[in-house]
Every structure is written in C-alpha cells, then in structure tokens.
C-alpha cells in the first residue's frame, strides 16, 4: 500500500514559491501543486493583472488539453507539452506571456510585441485593458506544441 502524497508546510512553500503568507498557506492545504500555485497567484494579485492571467491561463488550456501546468524561477506559471511552451510572469503594467522558443514559431496575426531582438525567445506583453486575439493565441501554443514535440521525437 503507498503512502499518502505529503502536504508541503506553509513555510516550504513561502520559502520555494515567494507567494505571501496568506496565500502560502491556501496552497500548503491544497498540496503545493504548480496549479494550485497558480490559483494562489490569480488571487493573489486581485486585480486586472490577475483576470488576465486567469483569462490566458484558460486559453492555454483550450489550446492544448494536455498541458502541464509548472511554477519554477520562484514565482513564475509555466505552461509545457515537451518541453516549455511559454511562462505567464505579471508585471506592474503587463502581464508577460514568454515563449520559450517563440522566434522559431510563425506568428502571422502579429502577437509577439516584447523581447523581438533575441534568437529564441518571444514575448506577448499585455497590458491592462489589452484585448486577446484568442484564435492567434491559440494557433500560437498549438505551434509551439508541436515545435516541442517534433524536437523531442528526434532527439
């Protein structure tokens, strides 16, 4: 018979996730899963920041229903199939969808509008009252799914 999965303490989960106390302790009941995680971030933010978050995080999760839900770097929603697809960071005037290997993917509908200058990396920065094209956003996780994928399969 396996053991009961352990619930993180509240001071794990402070000390590895860097959510406030209130929250903390929300997601040490609930386990310290990534999307429980996320959920305390949603909530905790409470603002336009965190609705849009929420938003984005629902679209990503149309795209790709078998999307792994992460929370790495301290604090950061990531969302991957094979690999990253894109993290979900807030910002005091944006929330910032990073993709990973974003200057590989196609982006006819003209998402990407941050971090343009690299060579792996493309961001879709939204800020408050900012509007989603949610059939672009789309299309663009479901390419990054499949760049991952066909990455993985020939290594």
């Known amino acids: 018979m396996s053991k009961p999965a352990k619930k993180a303490s509240t001071a794990k989960v402070i000390k590895k996730t860097a959510v406030k106390p209130a929250v903390a302790k929300q997601v040490a009941k609930a386990g310290g899963s990534p999307s429980a995680l996320i959920d305390g971030r949603i909530k905790e933010l409470g603002d336009w920041r965190g609705e849009m978050l929420a938003r984005v995080r629902a679209i990503i999760k149309q795209a790709d229903p078998e999307v792994i ?3 790495k770097w301290r604090g950061v929603p990531v969302w ?3 690999g990253i697809i894109c993290t979900g960071e807030t910002y005091k005037s944006v929330v910032k969808l990073t993709f ?3 200057a590989s993917l196609d982006d006819p509908s003209r998402l990407f509008n941050s971090s343009l200058e690299g060579n792996m990396r493309r961001a879709i920065d939204i800020p408050e009252g900012g509007k989603i094209d949610e059939k672009a956003l789309k299309a663009l996780i479901r390419a990054a799914v499949a760049l991952n994928v066909s990455k ?3 290594s």
Do not use: I, N, P, V
């Open 69 to 71: 839900e992460e929370w």
């Open 80 to 82: 991957e199939h094979a």
């Open 100 to 102: 990973a290997k974003g």
């Open 152 to 154: 993985k399969s020939k």
